[in-house]
């Protein structure tokens, strides 16, 4: 198994939406491909990185930190949004 890149993947899509060098190009397209983890996933609520195995779900099935999708029900419910 490769080692994973240490950016996230996003920054690495975004330059390579930006590069026109193909060379360059293809080095952050085989780097975008060794950023994938299939153990992690990417929180919907701050889009850091959680993993699988601990990660919850909202109401739309997304992934979670547990903290954060309780943070979110919370300020909801102090702002009347449920």
Request: aromatic share 4%; proline share 7%; net charge positive.
């Amino acid at each position: 198994m490769s080692a994973h890149s240490p950016r996230p993947w996003r920054d690495i899509a975004r330059e390579l939406a930006r590069e026109p060098d193909r060379s360059k190009r293809r080095n952050l397209m085989r780097e975008l491909s060794d950023s994938f983890d299939p153990r992690s996933a990417t929180c919907a609520i701050c889009n850091r990185p959680c993993d699988l195995t601990t990660c919850k779900s909202d109401e739309h099935g997304h992934p979670v930190h547990e903290h954060c999708y309780t943070t979110s029900l919370k300020n909801a419910a102090r702002d009347g949004d449920c």
